[in-house]
């Protein structure tokens, strides 16, 4: 398992675990970030990024993503 942080621009890749305290995880699955669902990494600038997650396009910067495992 890699950080989301480490994937490339276009690439789709599925969810492995989330890590963090349990406010924090409660807020990534309210965005649609769960555990085996699939997410599309659409841009990344200067450690932000946009991703595409369910019918939603959702940004993060690279601490929130560094916490969610691939």
Do not use: C, W, Y
Request: aromatic share 2%; no cysteine; net charge positive.
């Amino acid at each position: 398992m890699i950080p989301l942080s480490m994937a490339k621009t276009g690439e789709t890749v599925t969810i492995r675990k989330i890590t963090g305290k349990d406010e924090v995880r409660q807020h990534l699955a309210e965005l649609g970030f769960v555990v085996d669902g699939t997410l599309t990494v659409v841009s990344e600038i200067a450690g932000n990024f946009i991703l595409q997650v369910k019918d939603s396009r959702v940004a993060l910067d690279r601490t929130m993503a560094n916490r969610i495992l691939i």
